[in-house]
């Protein structure tokens, strides 16, 4: 139960799912084949052990309504986050017993909106077939809606955990941080909101605001000020929006010297902030900026 309701995987949803894609292949990670969920989004992922970051855009409008849990639709979820700007919609938290994480989440006043569950039939590498099961448990706040969540529990994390597809160029290996850019006027109703999903026991102070401790990195949530003092200048894109919302996302690599090998064979420019190698150009990485630490 180590990593009960971690970071799972951000979901990066943006209009071109295959220039996002290619961008994110050039900086040396190994993504998968653009798949589909039959709720109309198209996906593809970086997989790590545990976890990954996933890329999410539309391919079936008229689909976006099917699998509802209660009044949430993902698809229709998605599609109106792209429609409002590229980013992270939402995020999802490891679970191995989804029906226990609903109910810690609902003895610390949390909602559930209903369950989803779905599967993909695959073909394994000696050729025979099998289906994945998937179980998501729907935590979406009405307040900060990209600061929604969902409990999701693979049942056969052995059909998409292949190694192949977890060896990167570039060492990346899993989540450090994702970060809640939120002013502080809007601090304390985040904190409750990320309270009822890791308990507020979890919450401790940082200068700019505050950090939560996951079972797979932290949820740091930072004011302008704060984020600029860890991430340099923000760029326009990341500083406009109002509302909280997930801004950057923190990387462990194994190798700094292999990032900076595939780094110099793309087209972004990293810059070096507070031990960081970040890169800030978020038009190009989906609306988010990504960082990465040698851990």
Not at 92 to 117: F, K, N, P, W
Request: charged letters at 25%; a negative charge; proline letters at 4%.
């Amino acid at each position: 139960m180590t990593n009960v309701l971690g970071i799972d995987h951000p979901i990066v949803c943006v209009q071109d799912l295959s220039s996002l894609r290619d961008t994110y292949g050039a900086l040396g990670f190994n993504v998968t084949p653009i798949g589909k969920h039959p709720w109309g989004t198209s996906t593809c992922a970086m997989l790590f052990k545990n976890s990954l970051l996933e890329l999410m855009s539309i391919y079936d409008t008229a689909l976006l309504d099917s699998y509802p849990a209660g009044d949430f639709r993902f698809g229709r979820f998605i599609a109106n986050s792209i429609k409002e700007r590229d980013g992270i919609a939402l995020t999802a938290l490891y679970s191995d017993d989804a029906e226990r994480d609903e109910q810690t989440v609902l003895s610390r006043g949390g909602v559930c909106q209903g369950t989803i569950e779905f599967g993909r039939d695959v073909v394994l590498a000696d050729g025979t077939n099998d289906r994945t099961k998937t179980t998501l448990k729907i935590f979406a706040s009405r307040d900060y809606p990209r600061l929604s969540n969902f409990g999701c529990r693979q049942h056969k994390r052995n059909l998409i955990e292949f190694p192949q597809w977890m060896d990167h160029a570039n060492s990346a290996y899993g989540f450090l941080s994702v970060c809640i850019l939120a002013e502080r006027h809007h601090q304390d109703g985040v904190k409750r909101w990320l309270g009822t999903l890791h308990g507020t026991d979890r919450i401790l102070p940082i200068d700019g605001g505050f950090e939560v401790p996951t079972g797979n990195g932290k949820f740091l949530v930072l004011d302008r000020n704060g984020a600029a003092k860890r991430y340099g200048d923000l760029p326009a894109s990341i500083a406009a929006p109002a509302e909280p919302y997930e801004f950057a996302v923190d990387l462990k690599v194994r190798s700094r010297a292999k990032l900076f090998d595939q780094l110099a064979k793309s087209e972004l420019v990293p810059r070096e902030v507070n031990g960081m190698i970040l890169l800030p150009q978020a038009d190009r990485l989906g609306g988010v900026m990504l960082s990465f630490s040698e851990a």
